[in-house]
């Protein structure tokens, strides 16, 4: 019965009631045993209470209740979240010695870590390790590698994770694509990005709203818009809404090119639709307000963000100061900078 309290506890990130119990078992002599310590320190790694969770770990070797692989799995992604990858790492190894062995889920883990600190060399030998213990990297692991890799601008590198992939049996997924994809709208190679949205289909692996969303804000950035408005207008017609993230990125590109009008429609679209703007909306807006010099416009818009309560961002009230220090002699600026700065 305490474990079942206790395991509800944990999942609805009530760690501190949940310890309170393990507490009050302990006073009746109901002594915990290695589901209920497991259930409280996946918990509270999960709500980023690391130190307690290893304290737990070593309250369980001290009282003879022997941790699992799950115990050990749940505190070496915590760490790992935390960047702290050599603790991680030494966790592993206390876990080995005591017979526990590591499975496909703890090397993803660490490898996660790793490349996540740059650490490729040790990537590479952990993957090394994995394939002397006979552990196959399965979906999850590969696409790490994959996702590693696009982030730093190696699109071959991850190009030949996927062959592996291809080659070991595990076929690639759309998270696969989608990292692919963003990898090579980072390096600006968006002919490449188009023909992996062309691979998914053709492997009947059908691109969602992210999808879109990567390559519109790719075609954006290397200066695409009218690429990136037909992909952003044909959504509907693929039976998809985008979010209010492409609407953001939309709205962006068009202010970036001068397109004000258009960024304002789109604007006033999201207001009469599911898809409301947010405080990113609001900002991006405002600013191409700015860029345009129209200044009472902003103002409604600032006004009307702070009744949804929102607020400007850095970026924003960077650029006011900057109009300020820039066009001091312009009345309408000096007008609004002062309204801006009561």
Same mark, same amino acid.
């Given at each position: ?47 980023? &209470?690391?130190? #307690?969770?290893? %304290? ?23 760490? =790992? ?40 060399? /040790? ?23 994959? /996702? ?49 949205? &062309? ?50 990125? #939309?709205?962006?590109?068009? =202010? ?18 599911? =898809? ?16 345009? %010099? ?10 009307? #963000?702070?009744?949804? %309560? ?33």
């Amino acid at each position: 019965m305490y474990n079942t309290i206790i395991d509800g506890l944990c999942k609805t990130s009530n760690t501190s009631m949940a310890l309170k119990l393990l507490r009050k078992m302990e006073e009746i002599g109901c002594n915990p045993d290695v589901v209920t310590y497991t259930s409280i320190i996946d918990g509270l790694c999960k709500t980023s &209470n690391t130190s #307690m969770a290893l %304290k737990l770990l070593r309250k369980m070797e001290e009282i003879g209740c022997r941790p699992n692989i799950v115990t050990y799995s749940s505190i070496i992604d915590s760490l =790992c979240k935390e960047r702290r990858v050599d603790h991680a790492l030494v966790l592993v190894s206390e876990m080995t010695d005591k017979g526990i062995s590591p499975n496909v889920i703890t090397y993803s883990t660490l490898l996660q870590g790793l490349c996540s600190s740059g650490r490729w060399e /040790d990537t590479e030998s952990l993957l090394t390790e994995m394939g002397v213990r006979k552990i196959s990297p399965n979906l999850h692991t590969y696409n790490i590698l994959v /996702d590693a890799y696009c982030k730093e601008g190696r699109t071959t590198d991850a190009e030949d994770v996927i062959e592996i992939m291809i080659q070991k049996g595990v076929p690639p997924d759309s998270i696969t694509y989608n990292a692919l994809m963003d990898g090579y709208c980072l390096t600006g190679k968006m002919d490449r990005a188009l023909e992996v949205l &062309n691979t998914m289909r053709s492997n009947e692996i059908w691109p969602d709203c992210y999808s879109y969303t990567i390559l519109i804000d790719g075609l954006c950035k290397n200066k695409k818009l009218d690429e990136a408005r037909n992909i952003f207008d044909k959504l509907a017609s693929r039976g998809l809404q985008p979010g209010v993230i492409a609407h953001n990125i #939309m709205i962006r590109g068009l =202010c970036q090119e001068g397109l004000f009008e258009d960024a304002k429609e789109l604007f006033s679209k999201m207001e009469t639709s599911i =898809c409301l703007p947010d405080d990113v909306t609001y900002n991006t807006i405002i600013r191409g307000s700015l860029l345009n %010099k129209r200044y009472e416009e902003a103002a409604v818009l600032i006004e009307n #963000m702070r009744a949804r %309560k929102f607020s400007e961002d850095a970026s924003t009230r960077s650029m006011v100061l900057d109009l300020l220090s820039k066009e001091e002699q312009d009345p309408s600026v000096l007008a609004f900078c002062k309204w801006f700065l009561e």
